[in-house]
């Protein structure tokens, strides 16, 4: 716990841009939800659903995302020759192809 801790306070910017990603996408989540029920139980502007609901889903899938992140940093390569670790600008395998799969 204590890692990823610092991995995300000690320039970790990947997962703070994640998060703050979260975070506006739950803000605009909920401000839409206010709009859309208004001052009681009725619902005044049904089409903002769709849009709310994603925006909650988006939210909720950023900061998954950023717990992985900083869990990957955490932990660190799993071995010296892992595949997602790799610095370099030729792709996982080395083929010189960035996204290919193992053969």
């Known amino acids: 716990m204590a890692k990823s801790a610092y ?5 970790h910017v990947v ?8 975070a506006a996408a739950w803000f605009a989540a909920q401000v839409f939800e ?10 005044i502007h049904p089409w903002m659903v769709v849009p709310e609901e994603m925006l909650e889903m988006t939210g909720s899938m950023l900061f998954g995302l950023a717990f992985l992140v900083v869990l990957k940093a955490a932990v660190g390569p799993v071995a010296p020759d892992d595949p997602w670790t790799h610095s370099d600008r030729e792709g996982p395998y080395g083929d010189g192809v960035v996204g290919t799969t193992p053969r």
Request: charged share 30%; aromatic share 4%.
């Open 34 to 43: 206010n709009i859309q029920w208004g001052d009681g139980d009725r619902l």
């Open 7 to 11: 991995a995300l306070r000690h320039g």
């Open 15 to 22: 997962a703070r841009r994640l998060l703050a990603a979260e």
